[in-house]
């Protein structure tokens, strides 16, 4: 049975950092684009930054570019979120997922081409 995990989250001031990670159980996800996307409370779920199979090519979000580092451990089947210069807007549960279909394709901000979810941790980021 397939399984993301992510952890990591928790209650930081502005300014500072947070690393959130995602641990995938069930198979090996190193053929596989990844993504990190947000969800605020009433807001739809959003992309964050996404990464190739290989960890070579990496895409973000214009509000996170610059202070976001997306990375991969395919020996440890682990994707990474760093997250630097916080914000108060950057206030939601993340959620790591999986692009299955097919493997090595290119990486895409769309929510509803991924094929695995976390259950996803809170990032809370005061002011």
């Known amino acids: 049975q397939v399984q993301l995990v992510e952890s990591g989250g928790g209650l930081v001031q502005a300014g500072n950092s947070l690393r959130l990670s995602c641990a995938a159980s069930?198979?090996?996800?190193?053929?596989?684009?990844m993504g990190w996307f947000r969800q605020a409370p009433g807001k739809e779920r959003e992309f964050v930054a996404a990464?190739?199979?290989?960890?070579?090519?990496?895409y973000y979000a214009d509000s996170v570019k610059g202070r976001f580092t997306i990375s991969r451990d395919n020996a440890k089947n682990t994707m990474y979120l760093q997250m630097n210069s916080l914000k108060p807007e950057d206030t939601a549960v993340y959620y790591c997922?999986?692009?299955?279909?097919?493997?090595?394709?290119?990486?895409?901000?769309?929510?509803?081409?991924?094929?695995?979810w976390g259950q996803g941790t809170q990032v809370t980021v005061s002011s």
């Open positions: 997922a999986v692009d299955e279909t097919p493997p090595f394709r290119i990486p895409t901000m769309d929510r509803t081409r991924y094929d695995y």
């Open positions: 069930g198979r090996t996800f190193s053929r596989y684009a």
């Open positions: 990464i190739n199979w290989s960890g070579g090519s990496t």
